[in-house]
């Protein structure tokens, strides 16, 4: 291993104990590391979603650059944590997206939002270092890759010589085929192969340096995975959460949310989001990327307050 510093509450990185279940910690006392110091999940975080982009499969996620720093003062009002901006769409049949293009979109608002709130860690979601490196350059503290490192090999020692914090997301494929259904291939045991390909992904990180610490492990609803797939990871989403690290969840408005409640549109997902969010809380998820922050706010801190 590249790099031996091993942050106080370090996980085993073998996903076979750990703070769940099995190891007997609580997630709560984790904190996530992120290049603005240490953010302590003692309560359920909000990662409030910004899409710089013309195309986000929820047209209410979308802004530009001239709108995004209201949107923004409003999402933090509304109790977001962390702010996640994005430059590519990942909704199948979306545009790939050049790095100067998506750079462009999103550094001169990363800038802004850095100037405006220094103290709110900024998150840029984006799976191309030459983009994830111009954003931290600009202020971010946390890369959101939402190809767990797979897919440009100079993302993760960017994220070690940053001293960024990392979401890790569980995918399969391109950023373009990753929503469909195309590798949504799993044996019967759905969550057994996430947990061994975030794994993985977990390798990749601490081989470049990336410490323990600051490594957030995502699940990826609805990404290389049919509604079914979606349900049993977070069915079983304690084996995640097993593994020692935060979890993040971004259940916000998918489809799966829809098809589980008798097919309904976009427009009409908030409240099966909410309920989606509550039961990954009560297993253990800590961080939650969401498009409607107030709502969601609202729901966690009463669910927080209920679960044993
Ligand atoms: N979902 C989306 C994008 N990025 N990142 C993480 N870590 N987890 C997620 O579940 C996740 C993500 C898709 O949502 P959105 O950004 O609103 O849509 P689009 O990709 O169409 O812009």
Redesign the pocket.
């Known amino acids: 291993m590249a790099n031996d510093v091993v942050p106080v509450d370090s996980p085993p990185l073998d996903g076979t104990a750990g703070i769940g279940p099995s190891g007997g910690g609580d997630p709560r006392s984790l904190s996530w590391r992120t290049r603005l110091g240490p953010l302590p999940l003692d309560r359920p975080r909000i990662m409030g ?1 910004l ?1 710089l ?1 013309p195309d ?3 047209p209410g ?1 979308r802004t530009d650059a001239d709108d995004a720093l209201r949107r923004a003062e409003a999402l933090i009002g509304a109790g977001a944590d962390l702010l996640d901006l ?1 430059g590519e ?3 199948p049949g ?1 545009a790939a997206v050049p790095p100067a293009e998506e750079a462009a979109r999103v550094v001169p608002v990363v800038r802004a939002l850095a100037r405006e709130w220094p103290e709110l860690p900024i998150s840029v ?1 984006t799976v191309k270092a030459a983009v994830a490196e111009a954003a931290l350059d600009a202020g971010a503290a946390v890369v ?1 890759d ?1 190809s767990g490192l797979r897919l440009d090999p100079a993302m993760a020692p960017l994220v070690a010589r940053a001293g960024a914090g990392v ?1 890790l ?1 569980h995918s399969r494929s391109t950023v373009e085929r990753m929503a469909s259904y195309e590798t949504a291939a799993y044996g019967d045991d759905v969550v057994g192969e996430v947990v061994a390909e975030l794994g993985e992904a977990v390798d990749r990180a601490r081989a470049a340096g990336v410490p323990g610490n600051a490594i957030a492990l ?1 699940p ?4 290389s995975k049919r509604t079914a797939d979606t349900v049993a990871v977070l069915r079983s989403l304690r084996r995640l959460v097993a593994m020692g690290f935060p979890v ?1 969840v ?1 259940p ?1 408005r998918k489809r799966f949310v829809g098809e589980l409640a008798g097919g309904l549109p976009v427009e009409e997902r908030l409240p099966g989001t909410i309920a989606a969010c509550v039961v990954a809380l009560g297993a253990g998820a800590r961080l939650f ?1 969401v ?1 409607d922050v107030a709502a969601v706010r609202r729901a966690l801190d009463v669910a927080e307050a209920l679960v044993p």
Do not use: I, K, P
């Open positions: 979603v899409n982009t986000s499969f929820w996620s994005g769409s990942t909704r979306a979601d959101n939402v979401v997301m995502d990826g609803l609805g990404f993040l971004g916000s990327r498009h």
